[in-house]
Structure formats: structure tokens, C-alpha cells
């Protein structure tokens, strides 16, 4: 099966209160099968405890370092169609916090996260991580959080943009998407004028099983 695929709109939203949560109401289409909602969060200083979609806990795919800033995922499997709330948790604390959302279709439902990365690093003009996935047809995804003096975030080549937005202290969340079609060394990041702090992870989604199709055998009687 190919790379699983991004569905439907994303959702995103910030906020900048003292608060022990984040959260936004993001809808699942009904179009597509092997369905997965990926919960994507970024901070200056709040750490998270949980994620849940629709009440229900999601499961955490990697955090970086926490060398700079803050940046995790979560995914939530088989998803109902529909609007449900995304919700992300950390101890009271002031300050920007950030959330995208993202349906994506043909997903493996169980294990199906193929290799992690993640780094935090000060004054630098882009980031990029390289992973050797076990898998051919997997779906990478970049989670940045990327600090105020950078402008003009660009994608690597062959990515997709998800998310590009700036909290109330100027600092951005930028995520992306690429199909990493075969299978060992992968890479995906992005670029950006002016000298910038970033913390980024970057992790795949491997594609869900093909499903065998079986053959009958059937004997005619009395045929000649």
C-alpha cells in the first residue's frame, strides 16, 4: 500500500494564557480508510502530561530534547467521523502554547510509528533530520518550533506544508509532510531567513497492511 495520506482540513489554534491546556475541535472526514489523527504541539516552557481526542487518551510518538523549546506528537487511531476535541495537558504555566491537527488516511492502526528523531539547537538558518526507516511507504512529518527572528519558513524539497503560524510572542509552529517511499535513510526538514532558535522531531507513519485478496476454486460438473 502507498504512504498514508493527509485528509480533510487541518485544525490549529494558540494561546498565550496561564492554563493547564490546550485544545481544538478538528473533524474527521468519512472519505478514506485505516484512518489516524495526529496531535501535534510545540511550547516555549509548558511540558506535556497527556493527550486525548474525543476524551479518549492518544498515544505519545515522540518529544524532542527539550534543549530550546517544547515539541510533541501524539496519534489517536481509528478515529469516529466526525468533529471531536483534541486536547493536550501540562502543568499551569503562562506563556505561548501551539496545536495542529492532522487526519491522515491509510495508516497501520497498531505500532505504527517507523523510527524517530529530534534536536534542539540555538542560531541556526534551517533544520533537518535524518531517519532510517524500516519501512518503504511511510508518511514523515516534521514538528518545529521555530523562535522569533525567523521569517520565510520554507519546506525541504518535496514536502508539504501543514501548518505556518506565529503566537503572540512571534514564535511559529511549522509542520510538514513527505512520503518516504522506500525504505533506510530519510530526511525532512526546513529553512528560514535570520539566525533563529528551533527544536524539531521528526517521525514516520508507516502505510497499513495490503489487504489479501483470495482466489476460489471452483469445479464445474458435467462439463465435457
Avoid: C
Amino acid at each position: 500500500m502507498p504512504a498514508p495520506t493527509v485528509i480533510g482540513t487541518n485544525s490549529t489554534v494558540a494561546t498565550n494564557a496561564t492554563d493547564t491546556s490546550i485544545s481544538v475541535s478538528h473533524t474527521v472526514p468519512t472519505t478514506g480508510s485505516n484512518r489516524m489523527v495526529i496531535i501535534l504541539f510545540v511550547s516555549d516552557s509548558a511540558l506535556p502530561t497527556s493527550a486525548t481526542f474525543g476524551g479518549s487518551a492518544a498515544t505519545l510518538i515522540t518529544n524532542g530534547p527539550n534543549a530550546r523549546y517544547y515539541s510533541y506528537a501524539y496519534y489517536f487511531a481509528n478515529p469516529a467521523n466526525g468533529a471531536a476535541t483534541a486536547q493536550v495537558n501540562y502543568n499551569s504555566v503562562s506563556g505561548p502554547k501551539m496545536l495542529t491537527v492532522i487526519t491522515i488516511q491509510d495508516a497501520k492502526q497498531t505500532s505504527p510509528v517507523d523510527q524517530t528523531s529530534g534536536t534542539g539547537v540555538n542560531g541556526v538558518t534551517s533544520q533537518s533530520q535524518t531517519v532510517t526507516t524500516a519501512n518503504a511507504n511511510v508518511l514523515g512529518f516534521h514538528n518545529s518550533r521555530v523562535g522569533l527572528n525567523a521569517t520565510a519558513l520554507t519546506q525541504d524539497a518535496s514536502q508539504t506544508e501543514q501548518s505556518n503560524f506565529q503566537d503572540a510572542n512571534a514564535r511559529w509552529q511549522n509542520t510538514g509532510t513527505k512520503p518516504w517511499n522506500t525504505a533506510g535513510s530519510n530526511s525532512i526538514g526546513i529553512s528560514w531567513t535570520t539566525s533563529s532558535d528551533v527544536e524539531q522531531i521528526a517521525f514516520g507513519i508507516a502505510a497499513a497492511a495490503e489487504v489479501a485478496v483470495g482466489t476460489t476454486n471452483m469445479t464445474l460438473l458435467g462439463v465435457t
